[in-house]
Nanobody
């Protein structure tokens, strides 16, 4: 069982930046690809970004490409999401998740473990 704990959310003005962190409990963290998803009130959970177990491949939703960067530090069992040029439409609860197996980076159903989420609010 991998436990994931997100941190770094908060309130920021449009155009600002935040960095989210997700710490994993397992030393086998490096065995998993990691993803970030978000869910706004009344909307379905949507894919934001993902990174392979080694960090050599990254994937982004079109809505965040060029503004968000996903990275990981396997020595620290942590994955990060650097969010720049934030917009009000980025407001949501952000979740990190761990996936084994290949493919399906954008599908929540392909991720086995989930964190509890961290709120990001972007004011206009």
């Amino acid at each position: 069982q991998v436990q994931l704990v997100e941190s770094g959310g908060g309130l920021v003005q449009a155009g600002g930046s935040l960095r989210l962190s997700c710490a994993a409990s397992e030393r086998t963290f490096s065995n998993y690809a990691m993803g970030w998803f978000r869910q706004a009130p009344g909307k379905e959970r949507e894919f934001v970004a993902a990174i392979s177990w080694s960090g050599d491949r990254t994937y982004y939703a079109d809505s965040v490409k060029g503004r968000f960067t996903i990275s990981r530090d396997n020595a620290k069992n942590t994955v990060y999401l650097q969010m720049n040029s934030l917009k009000p439409e980025d407001t949501a609860v952000y979740y990190c998740a761990a996936k084994d197996g290949s493919g399906g980076w954008w599908l929540p159903s392909r991720y086995r473990y989930w964190g509890q989420g961290t709120q990001v609010t972007v004011s206009s």
